[in-house]
């Protein structure tokens, strides 16, 4: 299990020549919650930012994200969403409940890159509620990704405090 905010900003490198092709710049994932990749930043005079697709990112690891080939691709918006860029950016979207209660507000992801699966979002309720009551986190049932406010069903309420687990 990984948190999007940890990957973004590692070197991706290949696995073949050990070269940094690039950095993570931001995290991919559909409507659907699946992560769909990785936009990479290049280290090209123009510093065109690419996308490599799940399927040829060999490893996310603590340190480096390893890939098998150099497959990226021009960056294109598309109908999914990212964790910091773009449109439809994850990090402070509000999550409600289909009765309309304001759950909080997502500051990290937290995803399984073997399945490409989100398992569970971190939330907040404000600088002063984190000190003194500490973040949230939520692993919801299904969800609606709208444009201005996660929906989750009412009955996820129970299970805003659930624990993630944490890597040692």
Known sequence: MRNALDVIGLPVILLDSGKQIGKVKDILFATDGSLQGLQVETAHFLRRRKYI???AISAIGRDAVTVSEPLMEDFVAADGMAMLQGQRKMKGMPILTTNGDHLGTIVD??????????????LTDGFLSDVTEG??????????YGEDAYIVPNTDRKRLNDTLLKEE
């Open 53 to 55: 697709p799940l399927k």
């Open 109 to 122: 992801v937290y995803f399984q890159e073997e399945l490409g699966t989100i398992i569970g979002y971190e």
């Open 135 to 144: 973040r949230k986190w939520l692993r919801p049932t299904r969800m609606i």
